[in-house]
């Protein structure tokens, strides 16, 4: 931040994370994951889910969790979805082999340091595999977001302009 007006800073940060919902959404179209990312389909996955729930909750099985979504959460419950099936799609893409796997738990265990009580590695195997699951998806959506060409439609900045 050396040298940056902390309001750019944030602003950049914002779009960032704009940019790499919006990447994720139309990753997941293209995995066959989400038929349509658009607002107005987000809005109708929300109400049927708030149905669903209320129905449930009429009936003798409530589901568990919160008995209505707010958009917010309810979004991050989609993206949470979205992100851990593409996160899973990319196992043909990445060394899962058994070799691999217990590299990765050694790796780990010299990063934590000496211990007694580290789990075996038979315990912890599918956490490794999650782990570079993981680490192969935020570098394929960070490699999406530095691809990707942004934009700023002058309404933003006039938007951004009037809440300062």
């Known amino acids: ?28 179209v293209r995995a066959g994951l989400l038929a349509d990312p658009s607002e107005q389909a987000f809005r109708a996955r929300l109400d049927a889910e708030n149905a669903r729930r209320a129905a449930a909750a009429a009936g003798v099985r409530p589901e568990p969790g919160v008995p209505r979504y707010e958009e917010e959460s309810y979004a991050r419950t989609e993206l949470a979805g979205l992100s851990a099936a593409l996160r899973e799609s990319l196992a043909d893409r990445v060394d899962l082999s058994d070799a691999r796997l217990r590299a990765r738990h050694g790796e780990l265990l010299a990063a934590a340091g000496p211990s007694n009580d580290a789990p075996p590695f038979e315990q912890v195997r599918d ?38």
């Open 1 to 28: 931040m050396a040298g940056r007006v902390p309001h750019d800073v944030l602003v950049e940060r914002a779009l960032r994370a704009v940019v790499a919902d919006k990447l994720l959404r139309l990753w997941a």
């Open 127 to 164: 956490q490794v595999r999650g782990e570079l699951l993981a680490g192969a998806f935020d570098r394929e959506l960070a490699d999406r977001v530095a691809a990707a060409r942004v934009e700023p439609l002058p309404v933003a900045a006039v938007v951004v302009r009037q809440a300062e």
